[in-house]
């Protein structure tokens, strides 16, 4: 019985053991001061603690994420899902094939502990460029090595940090260009005929091409045929982003390192420099436009505003003050002033009027309301959208007359395609519910005379065969209201 007692004490000893030694390592990263060491303490102490530290030592689980969560320390064997997160340690388990429980000796050697900071892509870049890269390259790390396994080695080291820099610039939006490798620019000041060194520069100008002809391609009407039906506000979003962005290449492409890359073509009359120049030049040109437009448009962002917002009704009076700026947008601006750019916003505002009126209104209230109300909305919907493309006619003969050498030369269907068909739709509702109004005077009409029972019954007879074929629109499993829904005219035309 005593030796029985005396295993359960030691077992437990053991375990309170290894709890203190994942209480020593959180300790030191995440520093000693006094309020955040009671936080770890009364976590790793604590029943629920102990039993997930002890847990994890004695389980297949193979990692362990401890964080601070609403002010508490916890830990889970899930990476956590709580966001804007300080820091989190995360203690990872070697797989042993014989046992899955891990003894006090052998944390050091099995359980490895990882820092990860919420920029996880920014820290696996300092990683690796200040810590791997340097271990890994240095001569007497390479020792034995053959030279091809050595170079290739680097090489791919290389190709990572280059890749790791790139998707540094995607997550914040921007382009980044990789540049070569430190040694490069050594070697090229000693020598700069080196083939060697040549090619790993007219490499890097080729990754540089690539990256930012992808920028350069970049074009508003990509936001519209990807679907989703933007609004104006993504042009403006649009320009923004591109402006950033190739503010930020001319930039680095201004920089002492990539100037020296493309005299060192220069020099060596390497067949990419006059492809590459020719690059530079084009980023100049689309950085004056990007930077011009997104001027220009923050002139309209106002009125924009205001019309996704304001209230359906009231949006009317945004329509003359919008189509003057965008007329004076036409006038001055140097670049936003072709019929692909006005395409393109005039496309985008009937989208935002289109998505009003369809909350104004929409197939889900329609049946909802009395007819009358739903009829002297819709009523509202067209002479609102009506209105808009009345407002736009007016400015474009203004156009003809101060623009004539520019005119607003546009087809209607390219502006207004979407707009006009849902006034379509909105039509073949009103009418729909125009008629639903009629019928309802049907339901209590009593007629009179020798016939009159027979004839009463005919029209309560054709009152509930209309209403059952109205049930159709009222049970639909889509919104008539959107046009993206063509079953209405199956239904509808029936």
């Not at 490069?184 to 060194?197: C, G, I, L, P, T």
């Amino acid at each position: 019985m005593g030796d029985d007692d005396g295993g359960g004490a030691a077992k437990a000893r053991k375990a309170d053991a290894r709890c203190k030694w994942f209480e020593d390592r959180i300790l030191s990263s995440w520093g000693k001061m006094a309020a955040k060491a009671d936080k770890i303490t009364t976590w790793t102490q604590s029943e629920a603690g102990e039993k997930m530290l002890s847990g994890f030592c004695d389980s297949q689980n193979r990692c362990l994420y401890i964080f601070e969560a609403e002010g508490m320390v916890t830990g889970s064997t899930m990476p956590p899902v709580v966001s804007k997160l300080k820091k989190t340690l995360i203690f990872s388990k070697e797989e042993d094939p014989e046992t899955d429980s891990i003894s006090i000796d052998e944390l050091p050697k099995r359980v490895a502990v990882t820092e990860v900071s919420p920029d996880t892509i920014r820290q696996l870049m300092s990683l690796s460029k200040e810590i791997y890269f340097p271990l890994l390259t240095h001569p007497g790390n390479q020792d034995g090595w053959p030279d091809v396994i050595a170079k290739e080695l680097t090489e791919n080291l290389h190709k990572f940090l280059a890749n790791t820099y790139v998707t540094m610039g995607h997550m914040e939006g921007e382009t980044l260009l990789p540049l070569p490798p430190d040694d490069v620019y050594s070697s090229m000041e000693k020598n700069q005929h080196d083939k060697d060194s040549v090619h790993v520069l007219e490499t890097a100008v080729v990754a540089w091409t690539r990256q930012i002809k992808d920028v350069l391609r970049l074009d508003p009407e990509t936001v519209l045929k990807g679907g989703g039906h933007p609004g104006p506000m993504a042009e403006v979003d649009f320009w923004q982003n591109k402006a950033k962005n190739l503010n930020s290449i001319h930039e680095q492409l201004s920089s002492d390192k990539v100037r020296k890359v493309i005299k060192v073509l220069e020099v060596t009359k390497s067949t990419y420099f006059p492809a590459f120049n020719r690059l530079c030049k084009e980023v100049a040109q689309a950085r004056m436009e990007a930077n011009d437009n997104k001027v220009y448009l923050g002139a309209v962002e106002a009125y924009i505003t205001r019309l996704s917002n304001e209230s359906f009704a009231d949006i009317e009076e945004v329509f003359k003050p919008l189509m003057h700026t965008i007329l004076l947008i036409w006038k001055n601006s140097k670049f936003y002033n072709t019929p692909a750019r006005l395409v393109v916003l005039m496309r985008e505002i009937c989208n935002d009027l289109i998505r009003q009126a369809a909350t104004f209104v929409s197939g889900d209230q329609m049946f909802e309301m009395e007819p009358q109300e739903a009829v002297d909305s819709l009523k509202i919907c067209l002479k609102v959208c009506v209105t808009f493309k009345s407002t736009y006619f007016d400015y474009k003969a203004r156009a003809s007359t101060e623009c004539p050498s520019n005119p607003w030369r546009f087809q209607n269907s390219a502006l207004f395609a979407r707009l006009d068909l849902f006034l379509e739709r909105c039509h073949d509702v009103l009418d729909l519910m125009q008629t639903i109004v009629q019928f309802n005077k049907l339901e209590k009409i009593e007629v009179g005379g020798t016939k009159g029972k027979a004839l009463t019954s005919s029209v309560v007879q054709i009152y509930e065969e209309f209403m059952s074929a109205a049930t159709a629109f009222k049970e639909a499993s889509y919104d008539i209201m959107d046009v993206e829904h063509k079953e209405f005219d199956d239904d509808f035309y029936a």
